[in-house]
């Protein structure tokens, strides 16, 4: 434990402390109290915090999600309270567990005042650090955001290690809290962090494209010529389609540029009795996992429709080996159904990500072992 006496919240990522002082401070607790091997875990804590809860329970006013393990500061010690908490939701189609950790926390009243992303070929994940007001304490929280599949059930658990303290006691629990979510460990880590399986779709007209898509979402090709082909995916659930997305593939020679494209689709839109409070603007971004992509332009936008209602639109443009693609996400809000949006949002993101990638592995190894 070290003392700061700096006023401004500091969010340490480097371990300081010395081997001796963790071995004399700190132990390593190993869960196995559930019958899930996946959710089976290891976790480093300080020696004046000890467990209080280790049985599967859910949690009130949310949904689907348990905890499983509550550990806390040993009463009548001059060890400052500490907590920390290991939560799990079990999910059937994969979703960023940051965009699952940002939603968790912001619906529980946590303000987020510092993050750091993590980015693997299984998602993008958070490392965050929360205030919040409770009983007219201010609690500061460190929370960290995993995924591990799990082969019994067909799906992938998201996993929060959220260790808080009083806001009086931060400076002084600073990295002890992040000991506990940076060495949090998966004892059968399946290094296949996504919900579920992969489709491949390899094209060679009118040029050679190849990517993959979740398995939930059914695949059809639309029309394929010399100059573009067309393909579209449908998430569709108890007979309702829940997400669209549309992939136009053109060939070198093709003069159709994103400007010309984004025009020629709010022209359609408004043809088909769709509005939307701004024009498409798409604005350079880059994908992190995918150097084949040379340039990546992007937009998100709302939509209306009188007998479809709100929707949202996610516009791509992206340039791969020479050649121009298009992409065109119809979503389902995130206001609406925060899963739903995530589900379309993840299966945008595992397409640009594998586009002609043929260097891209998807059992990866991310999690940090001490």
């Known amino acids: 434990m070290k003392e700061h006496s700096s006023d401004v919240m500091f969010f340490p990522e480097v371990i300081t402390y010395s081997s001796d002082f963790q071995k004399e401070h700190l132990w390593r607790c190993r869960y196995t109290s559930t019958n899930s091997k996946s959710l089976h875990y290891k976790i480093l804590l300080p020696l004046n915090v000890k467990p209080v809860s280790i049985e599967p329970k859910p949690i009130d006013k949310l949904h689907g999600f348990y905890t499983i393990g509550c550990y806390q500061t040993i009463p009548d010690t001059e060890f400052p309270f500490m907590e920390i908490a290991v939560i799990y939701e079990f999910i059937k189609n994969d979703i960023d567990a940051s965009e699952w950790l ?49 082969f019994e059930r067909k799906g992938v658990n998201l996993i929060m290690v959220k260790a808080s303290c009083s806001l009086t006691s931060y400076d002084f629990l600073a990295e002890d809290l992040l000991h506990c979510v940076k060495f949090f460990t998966l004892i059968n880590d399946s290094e296949w962090h996504l919900a579920e399986e992969l489709k491949s779709i390899n094209i060679n007209s009118p040029a050679s494209y190849s990517f993959y898509h979740p398995a939930s979402w059914r695949y059809t090709e639309r029309y394929n010529n010399q100059l573009m082909s067309y393909h579209s995916l449908i998430m569709k659930k108890n007979g309702l389609i829940h997400g669209i997305i549309d992939v136009y593939f053109l060939c070198a020679n093709t003069a159709i540029n994103k400007e010309q494209f984004c025009n020629l689709l709010m022209d359609k839109l408004k043809k088909n009795s769709y509005s939307a409070a701004n ?5 350079a971004t880059i994908n992190t996992l995918n150097n084949n992509i ?33 992409l065109i996400g119809s979503l389902t809000q995130k206001k609406k159904d925060f899963k739903l949006w995530a589900t379309g949002k993840r299966a945008i993101n595992i397409i640009l990500n594998s586009l002609n990638n043929y260097d891209l592995i998807y059992e990866d190894a991310f999690y940090e072992k001490p």
């Open 102 to 150: 940002d939603y968790i926390s912001l619906s529980q009243g946590e303000e987020t005042i510092h993050h750091k992303y993590y980015y693997s070929v299984s998602g993008k994940y958070s490392d965050i650090l929360t205030k919040k007001h409770s009983d007219g304490n201010v609690i500061i929280s460190r929370i960290r955001a995993f995924k591990n599949y799990d």
């Open 279 to 283: 024009d498409i603007t798409l604005k």
């Open 294 to 326: 040379e340039e990546l332009w992007a937009e998100e936008l709302e939509i209306n429709n009188s007998k479809s209602g709100e929707f949202m639109l996610v516009v791509f443009a992206g340039k791969a080996q020479k050649n121009w693609f298009y």
